[in-house]
């Protein structure tokens, strides 16, 4: 489980996150929109102790990040907004298998890794092929299977649709439906809600530092009819 307590960010004088309280379940497939700088990113960065928050904390698992970095690392398996630009290695299976390395696994128990994180993504046995040779799609699920391989219990991909087509859109949001089954707690950022509303148990919206609505996504768009954001985009 994440649990967000009283979290306050500031960015110099400006609270971009101010006393948010926000939970994700076990198990659960949550979408958090809102519009752009309402402080969706800064929000997740701090679920894997990517920032120090100047107030309030953020627990993982029952552990509080801050406590433990790895602990948290490894059980919320993050896919950036930039990824597709940003890999860390040439090939598919050298990308994947960063993060298990750094854990200072055996090479047996990485390969596994590897192995099944590229299964999971519909991408096995494709661990010698070039990332810049790769569609947009395949980079996509390429930053997923590198979440996955460090086998975390939340997935959280902030913008993860960004430059796809719908075919490839559908080809990951199809693999989100499988880790999801399969038990994986998914956290999509997004500003754009197609297709995944129905899917989701939950929509969460950010707005001026705050979560405003956090409900089933059919009663949270009910909601966001009768406050200022008309639309969580
Ligand atoms: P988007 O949908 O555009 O990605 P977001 O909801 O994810 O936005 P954040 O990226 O968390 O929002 O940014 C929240 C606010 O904080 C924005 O106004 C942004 O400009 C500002 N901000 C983000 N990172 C920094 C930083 N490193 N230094 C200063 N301000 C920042």
Redesign the pocket.
Known sequence: MIETRGLVHR??D?R?LDEVDLDVADGEFVVLA??????????V?HWNGLLDADDGEVRVNGTRVQADLVAARTAVGMVF?EPRDGFVAATVGEDVAFGPENLGLEREDIDARVRDALAAVNLAGRESERIDELSGGERERVAIAGALAMRPDHLVL??PFTGLDQPARESVLDRLDALHESGTSVVV?T?DLRDLLARADRLCV?ADGDVIVDDTPTRAVERLDGVPVRRPC
Do not use: I, P, W
């Open positions: 960015y110099g400006v971009v809102g519009a752009n700088g309402s402080g969706k990113t800064t929000l960065r907004q902030d913008e950022v500003h950010l």
